[in-house]
């Protein structure tokens, strides 16, 4: 039987970590509220009625399981979202905005990882944190590679800038999968709850997790240009290369021990398809 007691280790229990990962991601949260002045009451209402809809639509089909696996989910997504900006797991210049409940469902996407390129100039990289397994993976990545052949990219609809200020929805950006075993999130978990920041901010993931974005634009970016979408063949290779400055700029100060997770493997293996 499912005991969350014995989750996270013999001092933590799932239950604890979530909770925190919970206040961490609601309070970070877009609100579409923001937006009235801009989309009108009507069509906002329309969106938290999608919402409403959707969530007890998975409180229906909820089990043991599937909320173990979403608690690790929110665990390991709470974690990064404030691990890439406190211990700049996804470089110095980075901000991540926590998306809308609504793009989170509606457009699969989690948060909006902002880069910052010199004092006007922004690029945006767009990326769902999920802890996928082995079987997940296949569709995240079919997903994608169905908005590349056709052209798209990922939206947001609700999306407010650090940088610029801009309000409004943000559209074309590349989307990438992040994940971890929860072997892994249980492991940065114990951290993060004891707020050992020094052994996260020096945690190897931050190495899985850009190497993960990388091979994945990498691969996106060799599709896109098989299918003629050159336009989005040149998005791929200007975020494929900033991420790979940002690992060589982290190897001069964290040690990459080269180890990597299940995950990590799944998501290779699911590139193969492109």
């Known amino acids: 039987m499912y005991n969350p007691e014995k ?18 991601l609601e309070r970070e949260m877009i609100k579409p509220g923001q937006f009235q002045y801009l989309y009108g009451e009507e069509i906002i209402r329309a969106d938290e009625e999608y919402v409403f809809e959707k969530e007890a639509e998975f409180i229906k089909k909820r089990d043991p399981e599937k909320e173990r696996v979403g608690k690790l989910a929110a665990v390991f997504e709470g974690i990064v979202h404030e691990q890439a900006e406190l211990n700049e797991w996804l470089g110095s210049d980075v901000t991540t905005i926590k998306s809308s409940r609504y793009d989170d469902i509606k457009n699969g996407v989690d948060s909006v990882a902002e880069f910052r390129e010199g004092p006007v100039a922004t690029s945006y990289l767009a990326f ?31 999306f407010v800038s650090d940088h610029t200020g801009f309000m409004g929805e943000l559209k074309m950006i590349p989307r990438v ?69 940002i690992m060589e700029e982290k190897k001069m100060t964290i040690e990459d021990f080269g180890v990597r997770d299940s995950v990590f493997e799944s998501i290779r293996e699911s590139l193969r398809s492109f």
């Open 128 to 158: 769902a944190i999920d802890v996928t397994f082995s079987s997940d993976t296949e569709k995240k990545f079919e997903r994608i590679r169905g908005e590349i052949s056709r052209g798209e990219l990922a939206r947001v609809k609700y």
């Open 177 to 245: 999968v992040v994940g971890a075993d929860a072997k892994t999130v249980k492991e940065l978990s114990e951290l993060w709850l004891e707020k050992d920041n020094k052994a996260l901010a020096n945690h190897p993931i931050q190495f899985q997790i850009l190497e993960e974005i990388l091979i994945q634009l990498r691969a996106f970016e060799n599709y896109a240009t098989r299918v003629k979408h050159h336009k989005l063949a040149v998005k791929f290779e200007n975020s494929r290369k900033l991420i790979e400055r």
């Open 7 to 24: 989750e996270i280790s013999q001092n933590i229990t799932l239950d604890q970590v979530f909770q925190k990962a919970k206040r961490v």
